[in-house]
């Protein structure tokens, strides 16, 4: 008789590191609920293909549509998605947006609408998940994606960079709250990740704020484009590339595994070095970058 599956709740699992933590998760046998943001370009078809790529490594799994930068979207999809899972084990919180602008720009709606998605979401869905395994006796895990921007300055994203530096500190506190329930708390902090593959780049037909890796040559001529951002980036980081879904996926299956059993608290920076000589991440910048 099989093992029973475990559950778990990712927001932002239509593409990227969401769907890559998600792929990760399913081959260590995690049943899957993914949220999407509705209106992105090809989020029907990257819906679609993740749900795919799901069920070929043999996981249920169910999308959600949510604006996580409404406040009433984090509970109704806490709801929706336990429901549909039939429980829950693994919380990870993915879902979030970086538009750089300085602090002399900022507008009120640009304020409050990254402090609910990249923000408040977070916490409000760690104290729908806390509350839900305490009552129901799960020593479940809860994992938060932050960015190596929150252990070092950029200019332009300063926000961004607060709200990071502050999920990871509020991670070493709640977890001492929830920690004698047998529940665990850590984040991942990526650093330049690969978002898109190169299928999906030239599958668009235009880029927005948050797309700063599409590039026009991608529409004026997609068969002469032989190098995108991450390309160009990865020989500047310590280990030589970009990082990958799959990277950030396996620093989360193995904190929500039983080989991390005794961390709580904690975060691992998944970057291949990109941080540590201070490096800028910049492309265009001559070199490698950061000797």
């Known amino acids: 008789m099989s093992a029973e599956r475990k559950k778990a709740l990712i927001t932002g699992g239509e593409y990227g590191m969401g769907r890559g933590i998600a792929l990760v998760l399913a081959e260590e046998g995690y049943d899957i609920a993914f949220s999407y943001y509705p209106g992105v370009q090809n989020d029907e078809k990257a819906v679609e293909t993740t749900h795919r790529l799901l ?15 409404r406040p009433e979207s984090a509970r109704k999809l806490f709801e929706e998605a336990v429901a549909g899972l039939g429980g829950l084990d693994l919380l990870v919180n993915n879902a979030g947006v970086n538009i750089p602008k300085p602090i002399q720009d900022f507008t009120e709606d640009y304020f409050d609408y990254l402090m609910t998605l990249d923000f408040r979401s977070y916490i409000m869905l760690m104290h729908y998940a806390a509350r839900y395994m305490i009552d129901n006796d799960i020593k479940g895990n809860i994992i938060s994606v932050t960015s190596s921007r929150g252990q070092r300055a950029y200019p332009n994203a300063g926000l961004y960079c607060g709200m990071k530096a502050g999920l990871i500190k509020m991670a070493e506190a709640f977890a001492l709250d929830i920690s004698s329930y047998g ?8 650093g330049a990740v690969r978002i898109r593959t190169k299928e999906e780049l030239l599958d668009m037909d235009g880029g927005g704020d948050t797309d700063y890796f599409w590039r026009e040559e991608f529409l004026d001529n997609p068969d ?14 310590p280990l030589g ?3 990958l879904p799959e990277d950030i996926g ?23 070095g990109l941080i540590l000589p201070g490096m800028p991440e910049d492309p265009d910048i001559p070199g490698n970058g950061w000797k």
């Open 55 to 69: 069920a070929e490594k043999g996981a249920k799994s169910l999308s959600y549509e949510a604006d996580l930068s």
């Open 183 to 190: 529940i665990r708390v850590n984040t991942v902090a990526p």
């Open 224 to 237: 002469a484009v032989e190098e995108d951002f991450w390309d160009a980036l990865g020989p500047k980081i």
């Open 241 to 243: 590339r970009a990082g």
């Open 250 to 272: 396996r620093a989360v299956a193995f904190l929500c595994s039983d080989k991390a059993s005794y961390i709580t608290g904690e975060t691992i920076r998944v970057d291949g």
